[in-house]
């Protein structure tokens, strides 16, 4: 394998020695995070999942995209004929995506014949490309008769459903992610010949288009940075400006007509309001985070912070989840949160997780890492079975039984037509590492709290290891050992998650009810210090020493959570959430129904079960159970205990009802059916 210098591999910013030495823009992220690559994983909890993803995972995919006909769709265009054989124009990205994942999978663990395959593969998407550069398996079969949603030439449907650009950023980012593990060029050679074709074809002076789909804009920036091309940054702001320029419908109610749908309203420095299409937004908000950091530009980054908070504030899901309404997988009005309905597409969440780290890498706020943690850890997560090869594409607030809706999953399944979402889970799992730890001068971020040992950069040759020991998320005792070749001074920033500062959500759209907020104790060497707090992180700052150990210990009392008032449908409700883990009760441990209970105050008792769904803290609350008379208007409650499990283990048992959010006292029949 390749060195790589110091940079953020999964952003694009390693690159690789063999690159001639760049000059890059004089902007930039002002905190750099330590590579997943200089991360090594022992944790109970994240290592069991990626090795899963490893072994299971990935293989699966690959078996899918072949036996699904994604791979023959590649085979017939090099050859120019044959009948495009999948479902949609951006099938080409589900191999994309997994040849990314097995990328980062092989960065930290070789396997010549994963490798040799990813040759093979590469080896046919390449005869694929069009002499100018053009790859888009949906048109190149056959050019008279393309996709329906392609249109009758290049580019003419990209503002809408072509999603030629989308292809092509996922293709960017396998391609970088592939480079980076490898060194090889050969995936690299096909996205730069793609990537050329683009910056002739569009410009100021050239063709103007709003992607339809985004996330072209952040492969063009990962190519500008191992490249150090500017032509593509500059494309990735041009594709991002181009938003608003377009004539739609202002007056319509309609998300498609008026343009929210696409983010393409008004322009991006003028939104507001985080809208339309949960996925498209995550990556558009993303690339222009990476503008705005590459830039400097005040404007861009004034922008982002305001969407930001309105997401958070306004339209954030108790699990992490984003996008509710599941007409156009988009988000709803402020506040519109609906749990029977909920769509919250597991690709969103991921996309939260790439946008919030990136906010974080622009601002140094815990917070962006706390909404980060509350997906990662529940809304994401849940996208995938403890098998490693069953999947949510939507993650539900709730399952009731007789309550179906087109869009909700009640049980997990192994493929969908569209399958974006597990092959977006192949290549976030592997990169969870490196969110752990970042640097800015002489601090050093924790972000994330998952055993393993780290090797850190300060600059300069000055390096340290951290050794990370935790529990965590079932205990809150994390024990950092420091190493360090000679006494040097550093700051070390732990984040102190908002929930063990008595915080359920920055914004205030959800909050603890009742309970004491314990303290967090720090000790260096055995010794309690006082750590000052900047910004969700106690900062300790010494010389350090080989050997100093630091432990942390955060509050993993169970909290009842309520939802702000102008949540209509959590109204008179409450849910429980111990550390990061938001829980659920289901079918299996509640004599086969959830809807009908209720979770009046009272405590609840937490105790690990090694030989449940993997290894779980699982909850037990005093509760009620609602019973309508044979008259359906008479109701009875009986005394009940509860069983919760966390909210991402659900739906690995069968199929049944499930709730998050329960009534905190009977207020009539009606009540049991919202």
Not at 402 to 413: D, L
Request: proline share 5%.
């Amino acid at each position: 394998m390749k060195t790589l210098l110091p940079g953020f591999a999964f952003l694009g910013f390693a690159i690789a020695m063999a690159m001639p030495s760049l000059v890059l823009a004089q902007h930039d992220y002002p905190i750099k995070p330590v590579l997943f690559t200089q991360v090594a994983v022992t944790d109970q909890f994240w290592r069991p999942r990626i090795e899963t993803n490893r072994t299971v995972t990935i293989p699966a995919s690959f078996d899918r995209c072949q036996t699904t006909g994604r791979v023959h769709n590649f085979e017939m265009a090099a050859l120019k004929q044959g009948k495009f054989c999948t479902v949609f124009p951006f099938d080409d990205t589900d191999i994309y995506k997994t040849i990314e994942g097995a990328s980062y999978s092989l960065a930290v663990h070789p396997d010549p014949v994963l490798a040799h395959y990813l040759d093979s593969l590469i080896t046919i998407v390449g005869k694929a490309q069009e002499p100018d550069g053009y790859l888009y398996t949906a048109r190149t079969i056959d050019p008279a008769h393309p996709h329906e949603w392609s249109g009758p030439e290049r580019w003419v449907k990209e503002h809408e459903l072509s999603h030629e650009l989308y292809n092509s950023g996922h293709l960017f980012e396998a391609a970088v992610a592939h480079y980076n593990a490898t060194g090889e060029r050969n995936l690299l050679n096909i996205a730069l010949k793609n990537a050329d074709l683009l910056v002739s074809v569009f410009g100021p002076d050239k063709r103007h288009v709003a992607p339809g789909h985004e996330i072209v804009e952040m492969g063009l920036v990962k190519l500008y940075r191992v490249t150090g091309k500017k032509e593509y940054l500059d494309l990735a702001k041009f594709f991002l400006e181009q938003r608003g320029e377009r004539e739609y419908d202002k007056t319509s109610k309609d998300e498609w007509k008026n343009g929210s749908y696409w983010q393409a309203d008004k322009p991006v420095t003028e939104q507001e309001e985080a809208e339309g299409h949960a996925v498209r937004a995550m990556y558009l908000y993303s690339g222009m985070t990476d503008v705005a950091a590459l830039t400097g530009d005040s404007v861009y980054i004034q922008a982002v912070d305001r969407l930001w908070d309105n997401m958070v504030g306004k339209k954030l899901y108790l699990h992490g989840g984003i996008g509710a309404i599941p007409d156009g997988e988009r988000f709803g009005d402020d506040y519109e949160l609906p749990n029977l309905t909920t769509y919250a597409e597991t690709c969103a969440a991921i996309g939260s997780v790439y946008w919030n780290y990136r906010m974080f890498l622009l601002h140094g706020d815990a917070k962006y890492m706390d909404v980060l943690e509350r997906a990662l850890y529940n809304g994401l997560i849940s996208g995938v079975g403890l098998d490693g090869k069953s999947f949510f594409y939507t993650n539900a607030m709730q399952i009731t039984e007789g309550k179906v809706f087109p869009a909700q999953e009640p049980a997990r399944a192994g493929w969908f037509t569209c399958s974006c979402c597990p092959t977006n889970m192949v290549r976030l799992l592997p990169s969870v590492p490196g969110y752990m730890y970042a640097v800015k001068g002489r601090d050093v971020y924790v972000n994330l709290y998952i055993s393993g040992k780290a090797e850190i950069g300060l600059g300069g040759k000055e390096k340290l290891q951290l050794l990370q020991e935790s529990n965590y998320p079932w205990d809150g005792n994390i024990r950092v050992t420091v190493n360090v070749g000679r006494p040097t001074d550093f700051g070390l920033l732990l984040r102190i998650p908002g929930w063990a500062r008595g915080e359920a959500v920055a914004d205030g759209l959800y909050r603890f009810a009742g309970g004491v907020n314990q303290p967090v104790v720090i000790k260096v060497n055995g010794q309690v210090v006082e750590a000052s707090l900047r910004n969700g992180y106690a900062v300790v700052e010494r010389k350090w020493k080989k050997g100093d150990v630091v432990e942390l210990g955060l509050p993993m009392d169970v909290r009842r959570v309520v939802a702000s008032d102008s949540v209509k449908e959590d109204a008179g409700k409450v849910a429980l959430q111990r550390g990061p883990i938001v829980y659920c009760a289901e079918w299996v441990d509640n004599a086969g129904r959830t809807s009908n209970l209720i979770l009046p105050g009272g405590d609840v008792t937490a105790s690990f079960v090694a030989e449940k769904l993997d290894g779980v803290v699982e909850l037990k609350a005093n509760g009620e159970r609602v019973v309508v008379g044979e008259d359906g208007l008479s109701v009875s409650t009986r005394k009940e205990a509860i069983h919760f499990i966390p909210y991402y283990s659900w739906a690995n048992r069968g199929k049944g009802e499930m709730n998050i959010w329960f009534p905190a006292k009977v207020t009539g029949v009606d009540l049991l059916t919202k």
